[in-house]
């Protein structure tokens, strides 16, 4: 089975579901301490030059960059999310834009290209290094970008329907609580979860795993921070500094990161002097 071609039908469907459309619309800080921490990492180095954001879905990143700078444009390609955040931010410049093909924009028009929640995670792997060059294109020399990635190693990987089954308490209320929660959502998310996982696969350096995310409609990437230097080096970044989801620390390559769902990425598009 070839999960490349199933990437898009999947994962569209998933973020025009009315899970998608109603837990990202209700999504206004950061996911995180890493994403903050990154973005503060960021921020001395671009405030108040051009931003590109990738992937706003319902528009949680929109204040939070404009923080950055107001000289910001948000892109999604899901109509039905970024339809949100046009109504929330109706002054703003939000447009429907697929991020593998960004023509709109011409090259060096950047300071900063961010791609938050792990959005470049839900293309296949090739349109992943797409993604990547077309932000690389757009980027002025010098730039930084800013996207979060899975953890092959972390918790996250390879997720199963046992994941939604109710946690134990002794209050019975709450259990009662728990368990309707749960039989309300398993036949979707085990049908989900049946038809998603078939395509399940490690790769060298990385693997597609279908994700609990919007009970199981999720089709995702996961990487590693070795894998993912390679691939941004190959494009001609630089890493600069990784951090992880659970406190905003600064990681490096060779530790344990099993207890981390995700990385956040900020890498750099050489000067041209600095070019080899
Ligand atoms: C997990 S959601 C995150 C939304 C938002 N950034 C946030 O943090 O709340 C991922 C978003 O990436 C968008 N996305 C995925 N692939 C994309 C692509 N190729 N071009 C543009 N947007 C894309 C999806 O439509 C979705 O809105």
Same mark, same amino acid.
């Given at each position: 089975m070839d999960v490349r071609q199933d990437f898009? $039908?999947?994962?569209?469907a998933a973020w025009n579901s009315a899970d998608a459309t !109603? !837990?990202? %619309? #209700? +999504?206004d800080d950061w996911t995180d301490a890493g994403e903050r921490a990154a973005i503060e990492w960021v921020r001395p180095r671009v405030v108040g030059e051009p931003i590109l954001d990738i992937g706003i879905g319902a528009g949680r990143t929109v204040p939070l960059l404009k923080?950055?700078? /107001? $000289? =910001?444009? %948000?892109?999604? =390609?899901?109509? #039905? @999310? +970024? /339809?949100?955040?046009k109504s929330k931010y109706p002054n703003d410049d939000l447009r429907w834009m697929d991020a593998r093909d960004m023509h709109e924009f011409a090259d060096e028009s950047f300071n900063l290209v961010t791609f938050s929640f792990n959005g470049i995670d839900c293309v296949n792997y090739v349109d992943r290094v797409k993604i990547l060059r077309e932000m690389y294109r757009v980027l002025k020399p010098g730039g930084f970008i800013v996207f979060s990635s899975h953890n092959q190693d972390g918790p996250g990987c390879g997720e199963t329907i046992w994941r939604l089954m109710p946690r134990l308490s002794l209050n019975p209320i709450k259990m009662a609580w728990r368990t309707l929660r749960t039989l309300r959502v398993l036949p @979707?998310? !085990? =049908? /989900? =979860?049946?038809? &998603? !996982?078939?395509? &399940?696969q490690r790769f060298e350096g990385y693997s597609v795993m279908n994700a609990a995310a919007h009970y199981f409609a999720i089709v995702i990437i996961y990487t590693t921070i070795a894998e993912q230097k390679r691939q941004l080096a190959e494009i001609g970044f630089d890493m600069e500094a990784v951090f992880g989801s659970l406190d905003g620390r600064r990681i490096t390559e060779t530790e344990d990161t099993s207890d981390t769902w995700w990385f956040h990425f900020v890498a750099r598009k050489p000067l041209r002097g600095d070019q080899a």
């Open positions: 898009d $039908r999947i994962n569209r !109603s !837990s990202l %619309g #209700k +999504l923080q950055v700078s /107001n $000289r =910001y444009i %948000g892109v999604d =390609y899901t109509e #039905k @999310l +970024l /339809n949100i955040a @979707l998310a !085990s =049908y /989900n =979860y049946v038809r &998603n !996982s078939r395509f &399940n």
